[in-house]
């Protein structure tokens, strides 16, 4: 009984300590990868057994990020690893910017998307290309915040910045459903972020918008 509740109390602390190192690796990366002391310590907790993994694994829903090593080991190309850590950056900083409860749902309904609207969005924002931001008004930026509960506490976060960033976050979305060929699959990516929890959308629209607050 004591080592169950252990591993429950230890769960939630394990999954904070992931998560500081995960804001670590999106936005200061050089540190990451300078530090070994940080990298074996990130290791070492996605590589816990028993039933605590499976806790923690219900706990983050974080994308696991093998070593250098075990990436080779498992037949990828070491020059490959690099494009991968990024991809995997864009699909936790969107899972750790969502409330807990809701995470399930997102990797769940985003693992059910067809593979090219699975890797449109990963290979976009994974590279960060360039896009014209739309001009958006004022009184636009209004009626999107009246409307969309996801994007009301971002426009009163970024404040004087709202209708940039709104414009910009507009244009990088559509930008990644028209990079998708079949409109079938494009139809799927407009479905799927339609029918995502609030708090899911919110975390979308920051990385859209290439947030790194």
Excluded: C, H
Aim: aromatic share 8%; hydrophobic share 40%.
């Amino acid at each position: 009984m004591t080592e169950r509740t252990d591993v429950v109390v230890a769960v939630p602390a394990i999954a904070s300590e992931i998560g500081e190192i995960q804001t670590v690796m999106r936005n200061d990366p050089a540190t990451y990868w300078g530090n070994e002391d940080l990298q074996a310590r990130y290791r070492s907790l996605l590589e816990t057994d028993g039933s605590s993994s499976q806790q923690l694994a219900e706990a983050t829903n974080v994308i696991p990020l093998p070593s250098v090593r075990d990436w080779a080991k498992a037949g990828n190309k070491p020059r490959d690893y690099d494009r991968y850590f990024r991809i995997v950056g864009v699909g936790n900083d969107v899972i750790t910017r969502t409330d807990e409860t809701d995470r399930s749902v997102l990797v769940s309904s985003f693992d059910q998307l067809p593979r090219a609207a699975q890797i449109a969005p990963l290979n976009f924002l994974s590279t960060k290309q360039y896009v014209q931001s739309e001009f958006v008004s004022w009184s636009k930026v209004e009626r999107i915040a009246q409307r969309d509960k996801a994007a009301a506490p971002l426009v009163q976060e970024w404040g004087s910045e709202a209708p940039e960033r709104i414009g910009k976050l507009r244009a990088v979305f559509w930008a990644i459903v028209d990079s998708v060929k079949r409109d079938a699959d494009a139809d799927a990516l407009l479905r799927w972020f339609d029918q995502l929890p609030v708090s899911a959308r919110t975390a979308v629209y920051r990385v859209l918008a290439y947030d790194r607050v």
